[in-house]
């Protein structure tokens, strides 16, 4: 375990570092003569600033990004769908961090790519923060990782309209109970439907990755966002409440059992203090190479409104 302190930082690039003119046109001239591929496999994150990137403008600007949009299809935070597979980031309550994690790291296929777009910045606070995943591993008690070794299952009881979190309707963006059985059993998972119209669902993933370019090892797991340990007071006041099988969500060693509270809470709080904050301005992109780096969210006062898509192959 190390316990050094990150000097990784996300690239910045804006018109005067690239000689290019601001604005979304001269943004997409820079990038049409770089290698976004091997930009972000040696920088894992990058922020264009300067370029004064609008949601009507994006779509222009992240068709070179973002080469295969993805749908955000078993997701399991709050969106709200605004354009072609476009979405707002989680829509949790502005007084509340959320932790650092790999986007769907939790399913069979995540997003290789995120790209994120500040429409609106809010009054104070309210940063993105990244972490580089490889010093995020590094840096978690050798105890905590022998024990996630294994792997980390995810069970998540899917309402079908009224209760608490997600319905599967809202989760698979259908109706029809064809298409989320096909998508399940072609995603290694197991379910079932319950009497009441509920949809219980149990998967068994990875708790590191190695990187498909660079071979680096990386933390890669959502195994804090769904134990009540890391969702904060009201989570683990219904866990008190709620049968552990009954819970919207919840995450266990592979074999089933139970993952301590203190083993959360040292991955959640170690992320977060290595983390790197990218404080946002109006018109910038942040794109993250998901599997080397995990981002979060800081707390925020006023209206913050930030975008955001994935893709899930290189160009």
Known sequence: MVSSQPSWRPAVVDPQSVDCPAGPQGLRQYL????VNDLLAREKAVIFRGFGVSPETY???????????????????PRTKVGRNLYTSTEYPPEFEISMHNEMSYAHKWPTRILFLCEQAPATGGATPVVDGQLWLESIDPEVCAAFAPGVRYTQNLHDGVGFGKSWQQTFETEDRGEVEAFLDGADSEW????????????????????????TEVWFNQADQWHPAG????????????PEDELPQNATFADGSPIPGEYI????????????DVDW???DLLL????????????????????????????
């Open 281 to 283: 301005r109006d018109g």
């Open 32 to 35: 049409s003569g770089t290698d």
């Open 231 to 242: 969702l904060g007071e009201d989570a683990a006041a219904l866990a008190d409440v709620v």
């Open 59 to 77: 779509d222009s600007v992240a068709g070179e990004l973002l080469p295969n949009r993805l749908a955000y299809v078993h997701g399991n935070s």
């Open 265 to 276: 809470t040292h991955v959640q709080e170690t992320g977060m203090r290595l983390a790197v």
């Open 288 to 315: 993250v190479d998901n599997i080397a780096a995990g981002h979060g969210r800081r707390a925020y006062t006023g209206r913050r409104r930030i975008l955001v898509a994935m893709s899930d192959e290189a160009a």
């Open 192 to 215: 079932r439907w319950r009497s009441d119209g509920s949809l219980w669902v149990s998967q068994l993933r990875q708790a590191t990755l190695k990187h498909p370019v660079t071979g």
